[in-house]
Every structure is written in structure tokens, then in C-alpha cells.
């Protein structure tokens, strides 16, 4: 159960009523009915992508040591809390992109089943036997690093106009990364994509794409029209003071 008036997801009076009046929802909790989980089951969330690439630049001296992903709060890694919170909402395909100390984060396949993409380093991905790489405009072209890594292996490439994402493709990328959508923090050098950009690249190339750069709560519903395959967060998670509770709200939100 929820509190609508709370969560905001039902301020329209009328449209309360109806979801009341057909059995999606119990009026005096407010909790979603058996008949509204079943009507919500084709968009449900399956798969989920964390990313933990980064250098943590932000949190130096600490982070020299480790990524702020395995620092501990209350006895408890936080990419190890964001995973197990995401496997109890039913989504077990979980893939980590690593970059900053990525062996530190080997573990997480043993004892969790999670995916592995690095970022960038096409070699250290061919050596430890990751699930694929994810590579920017500046690095080695999606064609050359299919030769290395085979057929099965997942090539991700980020793009920020028409002709990238085309290329991308023609070479055999898998999916895309866009971005950055909005100004960000985490990234300094991050170059904002426009709408309409965005528009001609999911209108011109047919590949999955995931959005990035500076999605919040608040501003996601401005990209849903674009109808994205997922939304890469960083900040927009682990800014938050409680992490299993902005997970929910992410989750309940797109």
C-alpha cells in the first residue's frame, strides 16, 4: 500500500474514482488490487543497469581507497544494498558497468549473479571474461572490438548526434548511450544532447538506447516520450539519503 496523496500519483480525483470503480484499486488504503497488479504486469520493470564506473572524484580523499559503490553505511556496501533491493522487486537481470578499481567489484558476480560491462578498456574486459564493454567516441570503433570479443559479447557506445548512433550501428553496437540529457555533476566534460537530437536519433537508428546524464525524480517525465530502454543514474540514486526508498520511487516513477 501507498499513500497516494503522498506519492502524488494520484492527485486527479476522477481518475481515482474510475481505477476505484473498476477493481485496480481498494479505495479505503488506497493499495493496488490483484485485478491492477495484473493490468500493470506487461510494464513491468525487468532489468536493471547499475553504473559504477566512475572515479568518485567528489568524495577524495576516501574514494583513493575504493568506489564510493563499496562504501559502507549502516554495516552494508551500497551496490550491494542497491542489488538486493532490486532482486526482492523481482528484477534478477542486473548488469554492473565498471570502470575506476574495477576488480574490486569482481565479487559481486559470485555471490550475486549481477552482469559485468566495462567501461572503456576493451582488454581488461577480454581478460576478466566480462558480459561486454561500453565505449565512448574517443575509443577503439564497435567493429574492431566485436573481432576481440566475439559474437556473444555485449557492445554498448555512447553517441551524441545522428551520424555517431549510425555509425555505432553499421559496426555492430548492441545498444546506445545518450546523453548527457541534462547538466550533471558526476561528469564534468558531459555535453548536453537536445530533444530534437534525440528525436532524429531514435527516428534515424534502430538500436536500444539508454538515457544519461542528470536524470532526476523530476525531470525524467520530459524523456518518456521518447520511449527509452532505461535510464542510466548515478547521482539520481546515491545522492539520496535513503537509497532503498529512492529505488522505489524510481521504480514506481518510470
Request: some cysteine; proline content about 2%.
Amino acid at each position: 500500500t501507498y499513500d497516494v496523496e503522498e506519492t502524488k500519483a494520484l492527485n486527479d480525483t476522477d481518475i481515482y474514482n474510475k481505477l476505484v470503480k473498476t477493481g485496480y484499486i481498494e479505495k479505503e488504503s488506497g493499495s493496488i488490487t490483484k485485478t491492477g497488479l495484473e493490468a500493470l504486469e506487461p510494464y513491468r520493470v525487468n532489468n536493471a543497469v547499475i553504473l559504477a564506473a566512475g572515479a568518485s572524484t567528489r568524495f577524495i580523499p576516501l574514494s583513493l581507497e575504493q568506489p564510493k559503490g563499496l562504501f559502507e553505511v549502516k554495516g552494508e556496501r551500497l551496490i550491494e544494498r542497491q542489488i538486493k533491493q532490486l532482486q526482492d522487486a523481482g528484477i534478477k537481470n542486473i548488469t554492473v558497468v565498471l570502470g575506476y578499481k574495477k576488480e574490486m567489484f569482481y565479487y559481486l558476480e559470485d555471490k550475486y549473479g549481477v552482469k559485468f560491462i566495462i567501461n572503456d578498456r576493451v582488454d581488461i574486459a577480454m581478460l576478466c571474461d566480462a558480459d561486454g564493454v561500453h565505449v565512448g567516441q574517443s575509443d577503439i570503433d564497435a567493429m574492431s572490438i566485436r573481432k576481440l570479443i566475439g559474437e556473444d559479447k555485449i557492445i554498448g557506445v555512447s553517441a551524441r548526434n545522428v551520424e555517431e548512433a549510425k555509425i555505432a550501428k553499421e559496426n555492430g553496437a548492441d545498444y546506445l548511450g545518450i546523453g548527457a540529457m541534462f547538466s550533471t555533476s558526476t561528469k564534468d566534460d558531459a555535453k548536453e544532447v537536445s530533444f530534437e537530437t534525440l528525436r532524429q536519433i531514435t527516428e534515424k537508428v534502430n538500436l536500444p538506447f539508454v538515457l544519461i546524464g542528470g536524470i532526476t525524480l523530476d525531470n525524467v517525465d520530459k524523456l518518456k516520450q521518447f520511449n527509452p530502454d532505461g535510464y542510466a543514474l548515478v547521482s539520481g540514486i546515491l545522492a539520496a539519503d535513503d537509497i532503498g526508498k529512492r529505488v522505489g520511487e524510481w521504480l514506481n516513477k518510470i
